[in-house]
């Protein structure tokens, strides 16, 4: 991933992931995990090396317990050939 906003993106998934950690029915986290998730998801299409797309949406998934069940990180974690 880049430079600049996509770090940016995945402290934030990180950080939000301790928040929901604490606090799984906080609107704020639960609002936060999902526009990091989606912003990543998005960037991460640009990607074309299927095998580092998938390493790196993993990465993103083991940041919360939430995105186990999220949609659009699972899909594309299927998109990129996992599971």
């Known amino acids: 991933m880049?430079?600049?906003s996509g770090d940016e993106s995945l402290?934030?998934?990180?950080?939000?992931?301790k928040a929901y950690?604490?606090?799984p029915r906080?609107?704020?986290a639960t609002?936060?995990?999902?526009k990091a998730a989606d912003y990543i998801v998005n960037r991460l299409k640009a990607v074309g090396?299927?095998?580092q797309r998938l390493q790196q949406l993993?990465?993103?998934?083991?940041?919360?317990?939430f995105y186990s069940n999220?949609?659009?990180l699972v899909a594309a974690i299927e998109e990129a050939g996992g599971k």
């Open 31 to 34: 609002a936060g995990l999902k």
């Open 58 to 65: 993993k990465t993103v998934q083991e940041f919360s317990d």
């Open 2 to 4: 880049e430079q600049g």
């Open 11 to 17: 402290d934030a998934a990180s950080e939000y992931g």
């Open 49 to 51: 090396d299927r095998e």
């Open 70 to 72: 999220y949609p659009p």
């Open 26 to 28: 906080n609107r704020q």
């Open 21 to 23: 950690a604490l606090h």
